[in-house]
Each structure stands twice: as C-alpha cells, then as structure tokens.
C-alpha cells in the first residue's frame, strides 16, 4: 500500500476528512462574520455564543418538544437569527457611528451573558445529540472509513456556502448589499431602505452560526463552551482571509481546515497554532488579507 | 430672494428658507429657489458657498436642515434620503459614488424603480454607447467622464422626474463635457426637471435656463438665461473669475 513518510493513506485520509470537517465550521462561520463585518463594521464576538445558542436550541427542540434533526436544522437557525434581530435593533443599532471597539466589547459582553446563562442552566458536561437514522452508518471508501453525517456537514456546509456567494455575488439584493458596505449613504439615497438591510444582514448571518451549530450538535457535545473554543479560530481565519471577504472567508476556511489537518498528520505539536502562524504571515505580509481589498 | 423661480404654474421644486449644518458649523443660511417642471436651473458660486450642502440638504443627507423643501405641494424636510428618493428626486453626487465591487450593469441597474417613466436600458445605452460596451467591468475600471456618464444614466433608470447633479463636467475633458452637455439637453427635451450644480459657467450658460447665484449659504441673485449676455460682468464678479 502506497504510504507517504511512513503515513499509511488511512491516517493522511482520516486526518484530512477531519480536517476538512473543520474547515466546514470555519467557513461557514466565518462567512457569517464575514458577512457582518463588510456591511456593519461591526467585530462580532457573539458569534460563537451565537454557534452555541444554535446546537442548544436544536437539543432544546428536540429534549423539550420533541422536534428532529431536520426541522431543527431549518428552526434553529431561524430562532438564532430571530435573536440577532433583537440584538441589533436593541443594541447594535445604537453603535454604528461609534468605533468598532464598542461593538466589538458590547458584542464579547453578549457572549460572556449567554454563555453564562447555559452554563447556569445545563453545566458544562455537554448533552448528547443523536445522528439523525438517514445519516447513521457511514461507508467504507476502502483506503478509509466516511461516517455519513459527517460527510453529510461538508456537503451542507458547501451548499450554504455556495448558495450565500451566489447570493451576495450574483443577485441585485447582494449589489445592494455590497453597494452599502461601499456607500450606505448613497444607497439610501437612491430609495433603499439601508437600516432594515443590516438588520437583515445582521440575522442572517448570526443565522448562519446558528445552522453551524445544529450541524455541529451531533459531532461536539452540546455544551456551553463549544463556540468559545472555536470563534478564536474562525476571527484568525477570517483574518487571513480578509476581513469582509466573501469568498477569502469560504476559500480560506476549507483551506485551513486542510491546512490543520495535514499538521496533525505531519507535526501534531503545531496542529493547534498552525493557523495562527499562518496568521501572522498573512499580516506581516499582506495585511489586507489574502482576499481583501487594500485601503 | 424673491423673484426665484418667476414665471407661471406651481413649482415642482421649492426651497424656502432652507437652513443646513455639518455637525456644529451652520452652512446654509436660508436658501430660497423654485424649480418649475421641465426647467433646467443651476446653482452657482465659488467654492464653499453651500452649493452642494444645497443638494444634499434636499436629498436628506445633510446632518441637520430647517426650513422648507416641497416637492409636488409635498414637504420634505422631516423625510429620510430613502423617503425622499421615492417621492420621484434622483441625485447624483460630485464624486459620482460608483461602486468598485459592482459592475458597470451592475452599478446601473442598483437604484430601485420608484416609478413608471424611467429611461429603457436600451435609450440609456443608445445616450451612452460606452456603458453598453463596458457592461462587464467593473464600475472603477472606467475613465472619469464614462464614470460620470455611469452615475447620471443610472438615475435615469428609475423613473425619477427631478434629477439634482452635483458638479457633473468636474475634471473631464471638453469632449466629456460637451456629451454631458448634449445628454443634459436631450433630458430636458423628455422633461425632465434638473437642478445643476456647476463651477464651469460655460457649460452651465449653454444648458440652463435660470441662474440661481449662492453666496455664503443664501441664494443672492437670480439670473434668467435670456438676460445673461447683460449681466456678464454681474456673473463673473460673483463667480471670482
């Protein structure tokens, strides 16, 4: 059997099939970050309490009323992004002619609150959320074993991620979105309602952690800290990719996740700061982004 | 001022006492003028008179305004930009506003429809050919005067009657400025009521048919086309030149 530097083709495959698992994570909250900061400015900390508040709500559905996997997948995201609704008429609204640090510290507050409310409630052992029966099971490819469900998250997490470029690149909402991120002013002036766009905007893509967060439910135990763990990550991954890039956020997602994977393969001591290093090349040498727009 | 505007039929546009500040500092003093439909009238003065606060006063955009603008027999001093872009008033800026991440159709077809009216894609590429060529690149890409022809065709999309343009001959080549020139004419020609800000008085005294003079944030004189050979001297010595 083929094995490269005495790595047999089933460690390479399993640590890349994980490492591309992440990278779905990374993207698509990254995309949402992405997709807040172009059109707010707003540096939004509670997305990881937001990805939290996703896997909590579908296991709420689900403990609590019964609700499956699927329906949750639809609801969660839409209660999450329904709370972010709030967030930013109630809160947010009030800071955009303020600098970015103040929603970035209102922000980090929220998710100090909500985070503390779970772990207030449910503790911080994590609860169990099953795979749903169509996704149980996986297949052998014969150089490596694929569960369904996660390969399940990578095709789902491609789909939300290709249909939300598709969306912000391709459609006349996305050139509005895009104009305003540019000229909010201007926008306004031409008879578009800029202030209900954010809000929207601000909902879908707190929406986005929260479809995150139900997809991550069954793999990661449903707990508190689970978004607090990741958001750290996914700010250096939408970082290296650009801040308010689209597809720098997508791109540089998967590709970190591979990234990390092949160093878990290769040299597991740096798998936990790899993207971090990364990090600083990327800002010591173009700090801009790999697809940002310089100043 | 109180001759602004005169001759017959209810103004389309009228300013009274139009007061304008940026933050703390009071740019606008009371501005009195009226625009009629169909007419073409200009706002000139030097730099810093508050032509532009003027504009961007009845957009909405300004900071803080009092006074009174209606439009129609409508005020709309107390409405948001949005609002007043959908009463029927487009406005196209000094510094074109052209969006670098949209393409030239896409920077085109951006303002909404606000109603029936508006110029066809198709009239709008047969004014500028340009834009039907570079419909795919993007909005930046293209030289100062097709930008400039950008932001005033893609106002013409929307239906609005009312165009207000902020400086539109700035910088471009006197080829430019002589389409921009033409465009404007044929504009009037389908009706269309414009407010034009200018510096380049040339231009301004080949396409109006008022002169509204602004000096230190009030309009201080109004001058009919008809009259402009007479008082050269008068226009030049507001303008410093």
Known sequence: ?295 | MSEAGAGKGAPLLKVENLQGWYGESHVLHGIDFEVREGEVVTLLGRNGAGKTSTLLAIMGILGKRTGSITHAGRELIDLPPRRIAREGIAFCPEERGIFASLSVEENLMLPPRIAEGGLSVERIHDLFPNLKERRRSQGTKLSGGEQQMLAIARILRTGARLLLLDEPTEGLAPVIVQQIGRTIRALKEEGFTIVLVEQNFRFAASVADRHHVVDQGRVVDMIPAEALEDNKDRIQAYLGV
């Open chain 1, 1 to 295: 059997m083929f094995e490269l530097l005495g790595i047999t083709p089933q460690v390479l495959m399993g640590q890349l099939l994980l490492g591309l698992i992440n990278g779905s994570f990374y993207a698509v909250l990254s995309l949402g970050l992405a997709v807040i900061f172009g059109l707010l400015n707003i540096i939004n900390f509670t997305h990881g309490a937001q990805y939290m508040l996703g896997a909590f709500v579908a296991w709420m559905l689900g403990a609590y009323l019964g609700v499956g996997y699927w329906w949750a997948l639809l609801a969660a995201p839409i209660v999450v992004g329904a709370s972010g609704l709030v967030l930013e008429r109630l809160a947010l609204s009030k800071l955009y002619h303020l600098d970015h640090l103040y929603g970035l510290l209102l922000t980090f507050g929220v998710a100090l609150i909500l985070q503390g409310i779970f772990r207030d409630a449910y503790g911080i052992s994590g609860q169990p959320y099953q795979i749903p029966d169509l996704l149980a099971g996986g297949h052998n490819l014969g150089f490596m074993f694929l569960p369904n469900y996660r390969a399940w998250v990578v095709v789902a997490s491609v789909i939300v991620c290709f249909a939300t470029w598709f969306a912000i690149e391709k459609t006349r909402l996305g050139a509005y979105l895009r104009a305003a991120t540019e000229n909010p002013t201007l926008v306004g002036a031409f008879g578009i309602n800029v202030p209900r766009m954010i809000m929207l905007t601000y909902a879908f893509g707190v929406g986005l952690a929260g479809f995150a967060g139900v997809l991550a439910a069954p793999i990661y135990s449903v707990n508190p800290n689970m978004g607090a763990d990741l958001i750290i990550v996914v700010f250096a991954v939408v970082v290296i990719g650009g801040m308010g890039s689209i597809l720098g956020a997508i791109v540089t997602g998967y590709g970190l996740g591979l990234v990390e994977g092949l160093t878990r393969v290769f040299y597991p001591e740096a798998s936990s700061v790899v993207i971090f290093v990364i990090m600083a090349i990327v800002l010591m040498l173009k700090p801009e982004g790999l697809f940002g727009r310089s100043a």
